[in-house]
T-cell receptor, first 116, second 114 residues
Framework: AQSVTQPDIHITVSEGASLELRCNYSYGATPYLFWYVQSPGQGLQLLLKYFSGDTLVQGIKGFEAEFKRSQSSFNLRIPSVHWSDAAEYFCAVGGMLTGGGNKLTFGTGTQLKVEL | EAGVAQSPRYKIIEKRQSVAFWCNPISGHATLYWYQQILGQGPKLLIQFQNNGVVDDSQLPKDRFSAERLKGVDSTLKIQPAKLEDSAVYLC????????????FGQGTRLTVV
C-alpha cells in the first residue's frame, strides 16, 4: 500500500529564510509525487509534481523539490519564505488503480507559519 | 477556464440528519474524485468515478455514504445518517481520463456535525 509521511507538523520561520519541508513515501514502483498547498478556506493548489526524468523539479513561486529514490524522499525547498507562503503543505504520492485512473495518497500536512 | 465548483461551502447539521454535497467538475474531465479531509489530516479518497462508473470506492463507508455521478458530469455525495466523526471538509476534484496527476480541486464543503 502506498503511504506518505510528513514528519514536521508545524514549522515557524522568519520571512526571508530558506526552508525545506520533508516528505517520505512508500510505494512499490516508481511513484508520481506531488506537493500541494492549501490556504485557509481554500482548495488544494498544485505546487509541483514529479513523474520521471530530472529529479529536481521546479514549481510555481520559485519552489522546488528533489526526488531521491534511495531515500524515498521528495522534500520541498522554499529558497526565501514570504509571508504569503504561510499555509498548509501536503505531499502526495500517486499510483495507478487496478480499474484504471490514478489514486493520490496524501500525507498529514505541514503547517507553515511565517514571522515578519 | 472555470474550476471545480462545489456547494454548499459550509453546512452545519445535527447527528443522525442527512446531508448532500454537489460537485461540478471542469468541463471535459472524465474522472471525478471525492476526498474527505478531517481537521489535522491529509485528504483521504472516498470515491473515484470515471465518467459515470465507479473506479474505486474502497474507503467509502457504504453504510452511510453514497455518491452518484449521473450522466458522467455532476456528482453528489450524500451522508445518511451523519455522525459526529463525519465533521470534515469534503473536497471534489476532477481530472482528464486516467490522469489523476492532473487533478484540480474545488474549494470544498466544510461539514460540521453537532
Amino acid at each position: 500500500a502506498q503511504s506518505v509521511t510528513q514528519p514536521d507538523i508545524h514549522i515557524t520561520v522568519s520571512e526571508g529564510a530558506s526552508l525545506e519541508l520533508r516528505c517520505n513515501y512508500s510505494y512499490g514502483a516508481t511513484p508520481y509525487l506531488f506537493w500541494y498547498v492549501q490556504s485557509p478556506g481554500q482548495g488544494l493548489q498544485l505546487l509541483l509534481k514529479y513523474f520521471s526524468g530530472d529529479t529536481l523539479v521546479q514549481g510555481i513561486k520559485g519552489f522546488e523539490a528533489e526526488f531521491k529514490r534511495s531515500q524515498s524522499s521528495f522534500n520541498l525547498r522554499i529558497p526565501s519564505v514570504h509571508w504569503s507562503d504561510a499555509a498548509e503543505y501536503f505531499c502526495a504520492v500517486g499510483g495507478m488503480l487496478t480499474g484504471g485512473g490514478n489514486k493520490l495518497t496524501f500525507g498529514t500536512g505541514t503547517q507553515l507559519k511565517v514571522e515578519l | 477556464e472555470a474550476g471545480v465548483a462545489q456547494s454548499p461551502r459550509y453546512k452545519i447539521i445535527e447527528k443522525r440528519q442527512s446531508v448532500a454535497f454537489w460537485c461540478n467538475p471542469i468541463s471535459g474531465h472524465a474522472t471525478l474524485y471525492w476526498y474527505q479531509q478531517i481537521l489535522g489530516q491529509g485528504p483521504k479518497l472516498l470515491i473515484q468515478f470515471q465518467n459515470n462508473g465507479v473506479v474505486d470506492d474502497s474507503q467509502l463507508p457504504k453504510d452511510r455514504f453514497s455518491a452518484e455521478r449521473l450522466k458522467g458530469v455532476d456528482s453528489t455525495l450524500k451522508i445518511q445518517p451523519a455522525k459526529l466523526e463525519d465533521s470534515a471538509v469534503y473536497l471534489c476534484a476532477s481530472s482528464p481520463l486516467d490522469r489523476g496527476e492532473l487533478a484540480f480541486f474545488g474549494q470544498g464543503t466544510r461539514l460540521t456535525v453537532v
